[in-house]
Protein backbone atom coordinates (compact mmCIF):
# COMPACT_ATOMS: atom_id res chain seq x y z
CA UNK A 1 0.00 0.00 0.00
CA UNK A 2 2.54 2.66 1.30
CA UNK A 3 4.41 2.33 -2.55
CA UNK A 4 1.16 3.18 -4.00
CA UNK A 5 0.64 6.84 -4.85
CA UNK A 6 -1.91 9.32 -4.64
CA UNK A 7 -2.51 9.55 -8.28
CA UNK A 8 -2.44 5.87 -8.95
CA UNK A 9 -5.29 5.36 -5.82
CA UNK A 10 -6.94 7.81 -7.57
CA UNK A 11 -6.87 6.68 -11.08
CA UNK A 12 -7.70 3.19 -9.22
CA UNK A 13 -10.58 4.58 -7.66
CA UNK A 14 -11.86 6.39 -10.88
CA UNK A 15 -11.32 3.33 -12.98
CA UNK A 16 -13.82 1.16 -10.78
CA UNK A 17 -16.23 3.97 -10.38
CA UNK A 18 -16.49 3.81 -14.49
CA UNK A 19 -16.53 -0.06 -13.65
CA UNK A 20 -19.09 -0.74 -11.21
CA UNK A 21 -20.95 1.72 -13.43
CA UNK A 22 -21.07 0.28 -16.95
CA UNK A 23 -21.13 -3.66 -15.64
CA UNK A 24 -24.43 -3.08 -13.62
CA UNK A 25 -26.89 -4.34 -14.80
CA UNK A 26 -29.87 -3.82 -12.15
CA UNK A 27 -30.16 0.03 -12.58
CA UNK A 28 -32.65 1.59 -14.85
CA UNK A 29 -31.35 3.14 -17.97
CA UNK A 30 -32.21 6.64 -16.70
CA UNK A 31 -30.52 5.46 -13.17
CA UNK A 32 -27.29 4.79 -15.74
CA UNK A 33 -27.71 8.34 -18.16
CA UNK A 34 -27.76 10.47 -14.70
CA UNK A 35 -25.16 8.47 -12.75
CA UNK A 36 -22.19 8.62 -16.25
CA UNK A 37 -23.12 12.06 -16.19
CA UNK A 38 -22.34 12.75 -12.56
CA UNK A 39 -18.72 10.10 -12.57
CA UNK A 40 -18.04 12.43 -16.04
CA UNK A 41 -18.33 15.30 -14.03
CA UNK A 42 -16.21 14.13 -11.24
CA UNK A 43 -13.45 13.03 -13.55
CA UNK A 44 -13.23 16.04 -15.19
CA UNK A 45 -12.90 17.87 -12.09
CA UNK A 46 -10.34 16.20 -10.85
CA UNK A 47 -8.69 16.21 -14.24
CA UNK A 48 -8.57 19.73 -14.04
CA UNK A 49 -7.72 20.07 -10.43
CA UNK A 50 -4.42 17.63 -11.21
CA UNK A 51 -3.56 19.73 -14.15
CA UNK A 52 -3.80 22.98 -11.96
CA UNK A 53 -1.52 21.62 -9.43
CA UNK A 54 1.08 20.40 -11.48
CA UNK A 55 3.84 18.80 -11.35
CA UNK A 56 5.51 20.39 -7.99
CA UNK A 57 2.01 19.86 -6.04
CA UNK A 58 2.12 16.26 -6.87
CA UNK A 59 5.70 15.42 -5.55
CA UNK A 60 4.60 17.10 -2.41
CA UNK A 61 0.94 15.14 -2.38
CA UNK A 62 3.60 11.98 -2.50
CA UNK A 63 5.87 12.71 -0.67
CA UNK A 64 4.64 13.96 2.72
CA UNK A 65 4.94 10.81 4.39
CA UNK A 66 1.90 9.06 3.68
CA UNK A 67 -0.34 12.51 5.45
CA UNK A 68 -1.68 13.14 1.81
CA UNK A 69 -2.29 9.85 0.81
CA UNK A 70 -6.36 8.89 -0.10
CA UNK A 71 -7.98 7.85 3.09
CA UNK A 72 -8.27 4.05 2.64
CA UNK A 73 -12.14 3.92 4.54
CA UNK A 74 -13.20 6.36 2.06
CA UNK A 75 -11.63 4.15 -0.79
CA UNK A 76 -13.36 1.18 0.12
CA UNK A 77 -16.77 2.55 0.45
CA UNK A 78 -16.61 3.72 -3.10
CA UNK A 79 -15.90 0.81 -4.73
CA UNK A 80 -18.60 -0.75 -2.77
CA UNK A 81 -21.21 1.83 -3.70
CA UNK A 82 -25.05 1.74 -3.92
CA UNK A 83 -27.68 3.63 -5.16
CA UNK A 84 -30.95 4.12 -4.25
CA UNK A 85 -33.96 6.25 -5.22
CA UNK A 86 -36.19 8.42 -3.66
CA UNK A 87 -39.32 9.80 -5.81
CA UNK A 88 -42.44 10.95 -4.23
CA UNK A 89 -44.69 9.66 -6.53
CA UNK A 90 -43.60 5.97 -5.44
CA UNK A 91 -41.82 5.38 -8.55
CA UNK A 92 -38.15 5.21 -6.48
CA UNK A 93 -36.68 2.28 -3.95
CA UNK A 94 -38.24 4.97 -1.61
CA UNK A 95 -41.08 8.09 -1.14
CA UNK A 96 -38.76 9.89 1.66
CA UNK A 97 -35.44 10.84 1.91
CA UNK A 98 -35.93 9.48 5.92
CA UNK A 99 -37.04 6.17 4.26
CA UNK A 100 -34.39 5.75 2.43
CA UNK A 101 -32.03 6.93 5.00
CA UNK A 102 -33.73 4.23 7.87
CA UNK A 103 -32.88 1.38 5.45
CA UNK A 104 -28.98 1.83 5.92
CA UNK A 105 -27.37 -0.31 8.45
CA UNK A 106 -25.72 1.38 11.09
CA UNK A 107 -22.17 1.54 10.52
CA UNK A 108 -22.52 0.73 6.89
CA UNK A 109 -19.02 1.13 4.96
CA UNK A 110 -20.34 1.57 1.69
CA UNK A 111 -21.50 4.80 0.29
CA UNK A 112 -24.60 5.10 -0.59
CA UNK A 113 -25.68 7.71 -2.77
CA UNK A 114 -29.64 8.85 -2.19
CA UNK A 115 -30.66 9.85 -5.77
CA UNK A 116 -33.01 12.42 -4.85
CA UNK A 117 -35.62 13.33 -8.04
CA UNK A 118 -37.65 16.82 -7.73
CA UNK A 119 -39.76 17.58 -5.44
CA UNK A 120 -40.19 19.53 -2.35
CA UNK A 121 -39.48 17.40 0.27
CA UNK A 122 -40.96 18.98 3.76
CA UNK A 123 -38.91 16.40 6.65
CA UNK A 124 -36.42 17.04 9.26
CA UNK A 125 -33.67 15.19 8.37
CA UNK A 126 -30.69 14.11 11.35
CA UNK A 127 -27.92 12.15 9.67
CA UNK A 128 -26.46 10.04 13.11
CA UNK A 129 -22.66 9.49 13.06
CA UNK A 130 -23.03 5.69 12.37
CA UNK A 131 -24.31 6.55 9.41
CA UNK A 132 -21.11 7.73 6.93
CA UNK A 133 -20.84 7.73 3.66
CA UNK A 134 -24.54 9.18 2.81
CA UNK A 135 -24.46 11.61 -0.39
CA UNK A 136 -27.24 12.88 -1.78
CA UNK A 137 -27.47 13.91 -5.49
CA UNK A 138 -29.88 15.88 -7.04
CA UNK A 139 -30.79 16.87 -10.82
CA UNK A 140 -28.67 19.41 -11.80
CA UNK A 141 -32.05 20.93 -14.13
CA UNK A 142 -34.49 20.86 -11.18
CA UNK A 143 -32.68 20.36 -7.50
CA UNK A 144 -34.67 18.77 -5.44
CA UNK A 145 -35.53 21.37 -2.47
CA UNK A 146 -35.71 20.12 1.53
CA UNK A 147 -37.13 22.29 3.35
CA UNK A 148 -38.30 23.25 7.02
CA UNK A 149 -39.23 25.76 9.40
CA UNK A 150 -37.88 25.53 12.83
CA UNK A 151 -36.52 27.78 15.05
CA UNK A 152 -34.31 28.34 18.18
CA UNK A 153 -37.49 29.18 19.65
CA UNK A 154 -40.04 26.13 18.01
CA UNK A 155 -40.39 23.86 20.83
CA UNK A 156 -39.33 20.23 20.71
CA UNK A 157 -40.40 16.92 21.84
CA UNK A 158 -40.07 17.42 25.48
CA UNK A 159 -41.82 20.73 24.86
CA UNK A 160 -38.81 23.23 25.59
CA UNK A 161 -37.26 25.32 22.81
CA UNK A 162 -35.35 23.25 20.38
CA UNK A 163 -32.38 25.85 20.79
CA UNK A 164 -30.08 27.01 17.54
CA UNK A 165 -28.24 23.19 16.95
CA UNK A 166 -31.64 21.59 16.69
CA UNK A 167 -33.37 23.93 14.76
CA UNK A 168 -31.88 22.55 11.47
CA UNK A 169 -34.07 21.15 8.44
CA UNK A 170 -31.09 19.03 7.73
CA UNK A 171 -28.35 17.70 10.44
CA UNK A 172 -25.49 15.43 9.82
CA UNK A 173 -23.76 14.09 12.41
CA UNK A 174 -21.88 11.78 10.41
CA UNK A 175 -18.50 12.13 8.34
CA UNK A 176 -17.81 11.38 4.19
CA UNK A 177 -20.88 12.87 3.55
CA UNK A 178 -22.02 14.28 0.14
CA UNK A 179 -24.65 16.49 -1.55
CA UNK A 180 -24.82 17.60 -5.20
CA UNK A 181 -27.23 20.01 -6.86
CA UNK A 182 -30.08 20.25 -3.45
CA UNK A 183 -31.39 22.97 -2.22
CA UNK A 184 -31.09 23.27 1.66
CA UNK A 185 -34.18 25.55 3.15
CA UNK A 186 -35.44 27.02 6.04
CA UNK A 187 -38.35 29.11 5.56
CA UNK A 188 -38.57 30.58 9.08
CA UNK A 189 -38.24 35.07 9.40
CA UNK A 190 -36.09 36.41 11.09
CA UNK A 191 -37.30 40.09 12.60
CA UNK A 192 -34.59 42.89 13.60
CA UNK A 193 -34.38 42.75 16.87
CA UNK A 194 -36.19 39.66 17.94
CA UNK A 195 -34.63 36.99 19.57
CA UNK A 196 -34.41 32.85 19.14
CA UNK A 197 -35.48 33.64 15.51
CA UNK A 198 -31.93 31.68 14.25
CA UNK A 199 -33.08 28.94 11.91
CA UNK A 200 -30.91 26.59 10.78
CA UNK A 201 -31.24 25.45 7.12
CA UNK A 202 -28.38 22.79 6.85
CA UNK A 203 -25.87 21.77 9.68
CA UNK A 204 -22.80 20.07 9.09
CA UNK A 205 -21.05 18.69 12.37
CA UNK A 206 -19.16 15.61 10.38
CA UNK A 207 -15.62 16.09 9.00
CA UNK A 208 -14.75 15.76 5.20
CA UNK A 209 -17.78 16.38 4.05
CA UNK A 210 -18.02 18.42 -0.04
CA UNK A 211 -21.31 19.96 -1.10
CA UNK A 212 -21.50 20.88 -4.86
CA UNK A 213 -23.81 22.93 -6.55
CA UNK A 214 -26.30 23.47 -3.42
CA UNK A 215 -28.16 26.18 -1.90
CA UNK A 216 -28.94 26.90 1.26
CA UNK A 217 -31.65 29.78 2.06
CA UNK A 218 -32.39 30.96 5.37
CA UNK A 219 -32.62 34.24 7.11
CA UNK A 220 -30.40 34.23 10.81
CA UNK A 221 -28.19 31.28 10.71
CA UNK A 222 -28.53 29.80 7.59
CA UNK A 223 -25.58 27.33 7.25
CA UNK A 224 -24.21 26.02 10.98
CA UNK A 225 -20.63 24.96 9.64
CA UNK A 226 -20.37 23.31 12.88
CA UNK A 227 -16.97 21.75 12.98
CA UNK A 228 -14.53 19.14 10.67
CA UNK A 229 -13.45 19.90 7.53
CA UNK A 230 -15.23 21.08 4.89
CA UNK A 231 -15.42 21.95 0.92
CA UNK A 232 -17.96 24.07 -0.97
CA UNK A 233 -17.80 24.24 -4.75
CA UNK A 234 -20.17 26.23 -6.79
CA UNK A 235 -22.80 27.01 -3.83
CA UNK A 236 -25.47 29.62 -2.98
CA UNK A 237 -25.85 31.09 0.69
CA UNK A 238 -28.52 33.15 1.17
CA UNK A 239 -29.54 34.73 5.11
CA UNK A 240 -29.80 38.16 6.98
CA UNK A 241 -27.22 37.20 10.25
CA UNK A 242 -24.19 35.20 10.77
CA UNK A 243 -26.13 33.25 7.82
CA UNK A 244 -22.44 30.99 7.92
CA UNK A 245 -21.19 30.56 11.29
CA UNK A 246 -19.89 27.84 13.13
CA UNK A 247 -16.03 26.45 14.08
CA UNK A 248 -15.22 24.43 10.90
CA UNK A 249 -12.52 24.56 8.91
CA UNK A 250 -14.09 25.22 5.23
CA UNK A 251 -13.11 26.07 2.09
CA UNK A 252 -15.63 27.83 -0.70
CA UNK A 253 -14.51 27.66 -3.64
CA UNK A 254 -16.95 29.67 -6.00
CA UNK A 255 -19.64 30.24 -4.13
CA UNK A 256 -22.56 33.09 -4.30
CA UNK A 257 -22.77 34.46 -0.95
CA UNK A 258 -26.72 36.94 -0.66
CA UNK A 259 -27.32 38.83 2.36
CA UNK A 260 -31.22 40.12 3.07
CA UNK A 261 -30.13 42.19 5.58
CA UNK A 262 -32.40 45.23 6.33
CA UNK A 263 -29.73 47.18 8.06
CA UNK A 264 -26.82 46.23 9.80
CA UNK A 265 -25.44 42.53 10.09
CA UNK A 266 -22.24 40.34 9.87
CA UNK A 267 -22.19 37.49 6.91
CA UNK A 268 -20.01 34.85 8.88
CA UNK A 269 -19.61 34.64 12.73
CA UNK A 270 -16.51 31.94 12.89
CA UNK A 271 -16.07 30.63 16.15
CA UNK A 272 -12.54 29.34 16.49
CA UNK A 273 -11.20 29.62 20.43
CA UNK A 274 -7.83 28.86 20.87
CA UNK A 275 -4.52 29.98 18.58
CA UNK A 276 -4.02 26.42 17.99
CA UNK A 277 -6.53 25.16 16.12
CA UNK A 278 -6.89 24.58 12.28
CA UNK A 279 -10.36 26.24 11.75
CA UNK A 280 -11.57 28.54 10.18
CA UNK A 281 -13.45 29.45 6.63
CA UNK A 282 -11.45 30.36 3.65
CA UNK A 283 -13.58 31.43 0.72
CA UNK A 284 -11.87 31.83 -2.77
CA UNK A 285 -13.56 33.12 -5.87
CA UNK A 286 -16.83 34.05 -4.78
CA UNK A 287 -19.52 36.85 -4.92
CA UNK A 288 -20.42 38.65 -1.71
CA UNK A 289 -23.54 40.50 -2.81
CA UNK A 290 -27.01 41.80 -1.36
CA UNK A 291 -28.65 43.96 0.65
CA UNK A 292 -28.10 45.67 3.68
CA UNK A 293 -24.63 46.56 4.92
CA UNK A 294 -22.46 43.91 6.71
CA UNK A 295 -19.23 43.00 7.92
CA UNK A 296 -17.45 39.92 6.39
CA UNK A 297 -16.98 38.47 9.90
CA UNK A 298 -17.50 39.23 13.74
CA UNK A 299 -15.42 37.24 16.27
CA UNK A 300 -17.55 34.73 17.77
CA UNK A 301 -14.48 33.06 18.95
CA UNK A 302 -11.57 34.92 20.56
CA UNK A 303 -9.50 33.56 17.53
CA UNK A 304 -12.34 33.60 14.99
CA UNK A 305 -10.35 32.93 11.35
CA UNK A 306 -12.11 33.97 8.14
CA UNK A 307 -10.46 34.63 4.66
CA UNK A 308 -11.13 35.94 1.63
CA UNK A 309 -9.74 35.96 -1.92
CA UNK A 310 -9.94 36.54 -5.35
CA UNK A 311 -13.94 37.38 -4.32
CA UNK A 312 -16.04 40.01 -5.78
CA UNK A 313 -17.67 42.39 -2.35
CA UNK A 314 -19.91 44.20 -3.61
CA UNK A 315 -20.86 47.80 -2.30
CA UNK A 316 -23.25 46.40 1.00
CA UNK A 317 -19.85 45.82 2.74
CA UNK A 318 -18.57 48.23 5.60
CA UNK A 319 -15.94 49.96 5.18
CA UNK A 320 -14.29 48.79 8.42
CA UNK A 321 -14.97 44.89 7.02
CA UNK A 322 -14.93 43.24 10.72
CA UNK A 323 -16.48 43.49 14.21
CA UNK A 324 -14.89 41.97 17.05
CA UNK A 325 -18.59 41.74 19.00
CA UNK A 326 -17.67 44.20 21.22
CA UNK A 327 -14.61 42.91 22.81
CA UNK A 328 -12.00 44.81 22.05
CA UNK A 329 -9.36 41.66 23.67
CA UNK A 330 -10.09 39.89 20.61
CA UNK A 331 -9.00 42.45 17.96
CA UNK A 332 -5.10 40.95 17.64
CA UNK A 333 -6.37 37.34 18.26
CA UNK A 334 -8.67 37.09 15.23
CA UNK A 335 -7.19 36.55 12.09
CA UNK A 336 -8.98 38.32 9.06
CA UNK A 337 -7.61 38.54 5.83
CA UNK A 338 -8.08 39.68 2.88
CA UNK A 339 -6.54 38.60 -0.72
CA UNK A 340 -6.68 39.92 -4.30
CA UNK A 341 -10.95 40.83 -3.46
CA UNK A 342 -12.47 43.12 -6.19
CA UNK A 343 -15.22 45.62 -6.23
CA UNK A 344 -16.76 48.40 -3.77
CA UNK A 345 -16.47 46.51 -0.69
CA UNK A 346 -12.83 45.42 -1.28
CA UNK A 347 -11.48 49.06 -0.30
CA UNK A 348 -9.20 49.03 2.27
CA UNK A 349 -8.90 52.65 3.13
CA UNK A 350 -11.69 51.79 6.07
CA UNK A 351 -10.86 48.67 7.01
CA UNK A 352 -10.54 48.34 11.48
CA UNK A 353 -6.61 48.23 11.51
CA UNK A 354 -6.56 44.49 12.64
CA UNK A 355 -7.98 43.64 9.57
CA UNK A 356 -5.23 41.93 7.30
CA UNK A 357 -4.48 42.60 3.83
CA UNK A 358 -2.37 39.09 3.03
CA UNK A 359 0.84 39.01 1.27
CA UNK A 360 0.98 35.62 -1.22
CA UNK A 361 2.58 33.30 1.21
CA UNK A 362 0.24 34.30 4.17
CA UNK A 363 -2.55 33.89 1.87
CA UNK A 364 -0.78 30.06 0.84
CA UNK A 365 -2.45 28.07 2.90
CA UNK A 366 -6.19 29.04 3.09
CA UNK A 367 -6.14 29.65 -0.86
CA UNK A 368 -6.62 25.43 -2.15
CA UNK A 369 -8.33 22.66 -1.19
CA UNK A 370 -4.58 21.66 0.91
CA UNK A 371 -6.85 24.10 3.83
CA UNK A 372 -9.02 21.04 4.76
CA UNK A 373 -6.46 18.24 3.85
CA UNK A 374 -8.49 17.70 0.31
CA UNK A 375 -5.79 15.68 -1.18
CA UNK A 376 -6.79 12.75 1.46
CA UNK A 377 -10.68 12.85 1.01
CA UNK A 378 -11.69 15.39 -1.85
CA UNK A 379 -12.14 12.34 -3.98
CA UNK A 380 -14.51 14.59 -5.84
C1 LIG B 1 -42.64 10.26 -11.06
O1 LIG B 1 -41.57 11.20 -10.88
C2 LIG B 1 -40.48 10.99 -11.77
C3 LIG B 1 -39.33 11.91 -11.37
O2 LIG B 1 -39.76 13.22 -11.14
C4 LIG B 1 -40.95 11.24 -13.20
O3 LIG B 1 -39.88 11.04 -14.09
C5 LIG B 1 -42.08 10.27 -13.51
O4 LIG B 1 -42.59 10.57 -14.77
C6 LIG B 1 -43.19 10.33 -12.47
N1 LIG B 1 -44.09 9.24 -12.70
C7 LIG B 1 -45.41 9.34 -12.53
C8 LIG B 1 -46.20 8.10 -12.78
O5 LIG B 1 -45.94 10.38 -12.17
C1 LIG C 1 -24.78 -0.40 3.18
O1 LIG C 1 -26.14 -0.04 3.04
C2 LIG C 1 -26.67 -0.32 1.77
C3 LIG C 1 -28.06 0.26 1.70
O2 LIG C 1 -28.88 -0.26 2.71
C4 LIG C 1 -26.63 -1.82 1.54
O3 LIG C 1 -27.15 -2.11 0.25
C5 LIG C 1 -25.20 -2.29 1.63
O4 LIG C 1 -25.13 -3.68 1.50
C6 LIG C 1 -24.59 -1.88 2.95
N1 LIG C 1 -23.18 -2.18 2.92
C7 LIG C 1 -22.62 -3.05 3.75
C8 LIG C 1 -21.14 -3.23 3.62
O5 LIG C 1 -23.27 -3.63 4.59
C1 LIG D 1 -21.41 1.58 15.49
O1 LIG D 1 -20.07 1.91 15.77
C2 LIG D 1 -19.93 2.60 17.00
C3 LIG D 1 -18.49 3.07 17.12
O2 LIG D 1 -17.61 2.06 16.83
C4 LIG D 1 -20.33 1.65 18.13
O3 LIG D 1 -20.21 2.32 19.37
C5 LIG D 1 -21.77 1.24 17.93
O4 LIG D 1 -22.14 0.29 18.91
C6 LIG D 1 -21.97 0.64 16.55
N1 LIG D 1 -23.39 0.39 16.35
C7 LIG D 1 -23.86 -0.67 15.75
C8 LIG D 1 -25.35 -0.82 15.66
O5 LIG D 1 -23.13 -1.51 15.28
C1 LIG E 1 -44.14 25.98 9.71
O1 LIG E 1 -44.53 24.98 8.79
C2 LIG E 1 -45.68 24.25 9.22
C3 LIG E 1 -45.88 23.10 8.24
O2 LIG E 1 -46.02 23.57 6.94
C4 LIG E 1 -46.87 25.19 9.32
O3 LIG E 1 -48.00 24.49 9.77
C5 LIG E 1 -46.53 26.31 10.29
O4 LIG E 1 -47.56 27.26 10.30
C6 LIG E 1 -45.23 26.99 9.91
N1 LIG E 1 -44.87 27.91 10.97
C7 LIG E 1 -44.53 29.16 10.73
C8 LIG E 1 -44.20 29.97 11.92
O5 LIG E 1 -44.49 29.60 9.61
C1 LIG F 1 -23.50 21.85 -11.44
O1 LIG F 1 -24.31 22.73 -12.18
C2 LIG F 1 -23.82 22.97 -13.47
C3 LIG F 1 -24.68 24.04 -14.10
O2 LIG F 1 -26.04 23.75 -13.95
C4 LIG F 1 -23.86 21.66 -14.25
O3 LIG F 1 -23.35 21.86 -15.53
C5 LIG F 1 -23.02 20.62 -13.52
O4 LIG F 1 -23.13 19.37 -14.16
C6 LIG F 1 -23.48 20.46 -12.09
N1 LIG F 1 -22.59 19.59 -11.33
C7 LIG F 1 -22.99 18.42 -10.83
C8 LIG F 1 -22.00 17.71 -9.98
O5 LIG F 1 -24.09 17.96 -11.00
C1 LIG G 1 -30.34 38.32 -3.01
O1 LIG G 1 -31.15 38.87 -2.00
C2 LIG G 1 -31.92 39.98 -2.41
C3 LIG G 1 -32.62 40.52 -1.19
O2 LIG G 1 -31.66 41.02 -0.33
C4 LIG G 1 -32.89 39.53 -3.46
O3 LIG G 1 -33.63 40.65 -3.92
C5 LIG G 1 -32.11 38.94 -4.65
O4 LIG G 1 -33.02 38.42 -5.58
C6 LIG G 1 -31.21 37.81 -4.14
N1 LIG G 1 -30.35 37.39 -5.23
C7 LIG G 1 -30.48 36.21 -5.83
C8 LIG G 1 -29.49 35.90 -6.88
O5 LIG G 1 -31.36 35.41 -5.54
C1 LIG H 1 -5.78 25.01 22.72
O1 LIG H 1 -6.37 23.76 22.43
C2 LIG H 1 -5.46 22.68 22.58
C3 LIG H 1 -6.17 21.44 22.10
O2 LIG H 1 -7.45 21.34 22.63
C4 LIG H 1 -5.02 22.59 24.04
O3 LIG H 1 -4.10 21.53 24.17
C5 LIG H 1 -4.38 23.91 24.44
O4 LIG H 1 -4.06 23.89 25.81
C6 LIG H 1 -5.30 25.07 24.16
N1 LIG H 1 -4.57 26.31 24.38
C7 LIG H 1 -5.11 27.33 25.01
C8 LIG H 1 -4.27 28.56 25.13
O5 LIG H 1 -6.26 27.30 25.46
C1 LIG I 1 -11.18 53.99 -1.13
O1 LIG I 1 -11.88 54.72 -0.17
C2 LIG I 1 -11.29 56.00 0.10
C3 LIG I 1 -12.01 56.62 1.28
O2 LIG I 1 -13.39 56.54 1.11
C4 LIG I 1 -11.34 56.85 -1.16
O3 LIG I 1 -10.74 58.09 -0.93
C5 LIG I 1 -10.61 56.12 -2.29
O4 LIG I 1 -10.74 56.82 -3.48
C6 LIG I 1 -11.16 54.72 -2.47
N1 LIG I 1 -10.32 53.99 -3.42
C7 LIG I 1 -10.82 53.41 -4.49
C8 LIG I 1 -9.83 52.70 -5.36
O5 LIG I 1 -12.00 53.45 -4.79
Known amino acids: ?26 WSSDRDIEYNKWVSW ?22 AGGRNVLDVKLRLAEINKVIVSVCQNGTGDFKTIREAL ?7 TSRVILMIKPGVYREKIIIPRALPFVTFL ?12 DTALTAGGDGRPLGTYHSATVAVNANYFVAANIKFENT ?11 GVALRISGTKAAFYNCSFYGAQDTLYDHKGMHYFKNCYVQGSVDFIFGYGRSLYENCYLNSTAEKVA ?3 AQKRTNASLSSGFSFKDGVVTGSGQIYLGRAWGDYSRVIFSFTFL ?9 SDWGDQNRDYKVYYGEYKCSGPGANFTGRVP ?18 VEGYSWLII
Open 42 to 63: NVENYRRKAALKGAESIVEMTS
Open 354 to 371: WARMLRDEEAKPFIGIHF
Open 314 to 322: DKLVLPQGW
Open 1 to 26: MASISHLQLISLLLLSLFNATLSSSS
Open 188 to 198: ASHEIGSIGEQ
Open 102 to 108: NAIPLNN
Open 138 to 149: GDASDPPTITGN
Open 266 to 268: SLT
